[in-house]
């Protein structure tokens, strides 16, 4: 197990020097071919009630996505880490504007908006350090979202990530949740 963990946690650092290595206008032109690519899915134009993540550093931008799925009258929320709890709740948004710095200087909404179930999404949008062929995520080592993904298992859940951040395979342990799709600048890769 140990040796599991070590890898994951050279991978981790590798990758995230990789796509911190990325330029911010070549994230923001990427993040835009990953945002276009995402909103002509079925699994987007279908789904109403949608998490999606407030885009941090070099993550995959999130907020013009957010901001149009707001225009497009969908149900937008956001999650909200209580590190002492290690879990993540998600709140609605009406507007980008209500998000403050939460945990670790991320984005977050207010507690006091209306908070939904996890099963009750219709889709998942997240983040992750690198991701495999076969919808292995490497997060950042909390595990907040493997977490929140066991209550949601029977929801579409896609990934954004750079091509950059796809690998062959990724060592994964047993509570490493697989996402259904990952979508990068060159398109949408189903996997479910």
Do not use: W
Not at 63 to 86: C, D, R
């Amino acid at each position: 197990m140990k040796s599991i963990k070590q890898h994951k946690k050279k991978l981790r650092k590798n990758f995230l020097t990789l796509r911190d290595s990325l330029s911010g206008e070549t994230r923001k032109s990427l993040s835009q071919k990953i945002a276009y690519h995402l909103q002509k899915s079925i699994y987007y134009e279908k789904a109403q009630k949608i998490l999606f993540y407030a885009s941090f550093k070099s993550e995959v931008e999130t907020y013009e996505l957010i901001q149009k799925a707001l225009t497009e009258g969908k149900e937008v929320y956001l999650p909200k880490t209580y590190i002492s709890e290690h879990k993540l709740r998600l709140f609605k948004i009406k507007s980008l504007k209500e998000l403050k710095p939460g945990a670790y200087g991320i984005p977050e909404p207010p507690e006091n908006n209306p908070e939904i179930m996890p099963h009750e999404l219709d889709l998942i949008i997240l983040p992750g350090v690198a991701f495999d062929l076969s919808g292995g995520r490497l997060g950042y080592g909390g595990g907040f979202y493997d977490r929140l993904l066991a209550k949601a298992q029977d929801i579409t859940k896609i990934a954004l990530a750079f091509e950059c951040q796809l690998v062959k395979t990724l060592p994964l342990e047993a509570h490493d949740l697989r996402v259904n799709a990952i979508v990068t600048e060159k398109g949408l890769k189903e996997i479910f």
